[in-house]
């Protein structure tokens, strides 16, 4: 199965906020333009405007008038991608120079909060404060989970929660928010809000652990990036929390890890030691328990089709192929 | 005359959005919450927030209900802050070490970010799609600035027009912003909402006029920076264009100014060679303009005493003793 099959049931949607994303692109600046627009072409997989049209898919047959909302949260996404590259000094996402290797930081910085300003104005054309609130909420927890991520890494002695909290911050939420407002815009029962922002919530968790497993596993073709990235950068994830308690090189592995300069030079054997361990096999079993918590939610929807999409995307998040 | 004065009948209100300021920095994040509450520390005039309250109080007395839009608007002011300073790498500002400085980029642009997304709370928390949008527009139209400074630095061959263009995006529009929402939150009519937004306008630009004039003349305790910190960084501001247009030594100017390399070590010569120029009275002839412009949209204005003290602020604007 592959993401386009999954979301078949708003393909047409989805391509008309592929439309509205290049719209929303339309500076004085042709600089701010020509960056902006290479973030929009830099692809990724429109999951969040994707989850807000199919929670709203629950309530309402036609989504004509979500996909403003659609498009501004897949803007708050690109918003956050670019300001992490110029963070984290990345040249490749996706297997595509970033805009701050292309521009540089000021014109990353700029773009990144030119797009935001955009997704703001989208956002408030529903004259919905509520909606507002839940927007304006998440962008803070956002910024707080970058510097939980910044704070925890290179140590060693981070456990599970720690790790749980920053996967919630870095993707979590904004799946759960893309989720909630979709319901939000269908006019959802509270409850039906709730059951929709926990799925997107759980199944944003399985989404973040079976892509730090795959930063472990997969070709840098698959990745856009070099294998290991994680690792070399001390974000000490899932598999590595596991072989940190459990692998018999557990000593070795606290010393490479702990230091920028091992975890740049010896990553290869950090790769090893950790795939050795059952880090792996333990994240899968991560995933599958969230990808079934996600799952559960669907039991608070009204009968429709789209539960059924729902529930197939749950059940193909932790599977290896993804 | 001191900016206090200016403020004196907001006094009490400026002091409650400097409480807002404070109580809103009230994140989970230890690291987030002391460089955000370093950046409100580090002080500033609180111009825009002023510009919100005296705006409002044309049409209402109580202004109560304005604080938290006139906190909005420094958190926007003060985000825009922190993200240039990691734009430009800038250790200090108004004399404080930067947020850059101590705790680096990636807590740099999340504190920006965080602050911003606090500013839209706050301005969601009014129900009024109209302020919304002029938020959002204002905010793209600032990075669209930003950008135009970048294409701007050490080109030689910019213009009065360029010049213009660049200080209104980085000052002006705020400002007249700020003057704009004061107006709406006062229930104006829509040529009063006009008046007072470009009243701001041509305040903001006499501002930036006069700050840029002092960047040559005023010392380093006054800046809170080296003097000629725009030259050694290749901004050409308007003492800069008029000498490139009228010094007898305007050649060899533009062999310096275009060069980030003679920028840097020769900036006394550039320094000395505008300020032999009549540079820096032109500059005061403009910012006279502009403060004249700005009295004139007074006129639109009801009757009452905080007529006067704009006013006076136009009036004051571009002493030199400012």
């Known amino acids: 199965m592959q993401h386009k099959q999954m ?4 393909a047409r949607e989805l391509e008309m906020v592929e439309n509205n994303l290049s719209q929303n692109i339309n500076s004085d600046v042709d600089v701010l333009n020509q960056a902006s627009m290479h973030l929009v072409k830099a692809g990724g997989k429109r999951i969040r405007p994707a989850f807000v049209l199919l929670a709203a898919r629950c309530f309402v047959n036609n989504l004509e ?3 403003t909302l659609a498009t501004a949260l897949e803007l708050i996404h690109l918003a956050s991608l670019v300001h992490d590259d110029v963070i984290d000094n990345s040249n490749l996402r996706r297997g595509t120079y970033t805009v701050k290797h292309e521009w540089g930081n000021r014109v990353s910085i700029n773009a990144g909060n030119y797009i935001l300003a955009r997704a703001l104005a989208l956002s408030s054309s529903y004259d919905r404060k509520d909606i507002l609130e839940v927007l304006a909420d998440a962008s803070m927890r956002i910024c707080e989970g970058e510097i939980y991520q910044m704070v925890s890494s290179y140590n060693v002695d981070v456990g599970l929660k720690n790790y ?5 911050r870095k993707t979590a939420l904004l799946i759960s928010v893309s989720c909630k407002l979709g319901a939000m815009i269908g006019n959802a029962s509270p409850e039906q809000v709730r059951a ?3 799925y997107g919530y759980y199944l944003g968790m399985a989404f973040q652990v079976t892509d730090d497993i795959l930063d472990f596993v997969a070709d840098e073709d698959v ?4 294998t290991g990235s994680d690792v070399r950068q001390g974000v000490i994830t899932l598999p590595a929390i596991y072989a940190l308690h459990h692998s018999p090189h557990k000593q070795e592995l ?3 890890l702990a230091s920028p300069a091992r975890c740049a030079a010896n990553y290869e ?3 090893e030691i950790i795939i050795d361990s059952d880090g792996i096999d333990y994240a899968y079993f991560v995933t599958e328990h969230f990808a079934r918590k996600a799952r559960k939610q669907l039991n608070y929807l009204p009968d429709k089709p789209v539960k059924e999409t729902l529930f197939e995307i749950a059940d193909f998040m932790p599977a290896r192929e993804y």
């Not at 749980?164 to 919630?168: A, F, N």
């Open 269 to 271: 054997q950090i790769l």
């Open 164 to 168: 749980l909290r920053r996967i919630e």
């Open 196 to 198: 929709l922002e926990r």
């Open 254 to 256: 606290k010393r490479l």
């Open 7 to 10: 979301f078949n049931p708003i």
């Open 223 to 226: 990745l856009g990036k070099p």
């Open 65 to 67: 008038s979500v996909i």
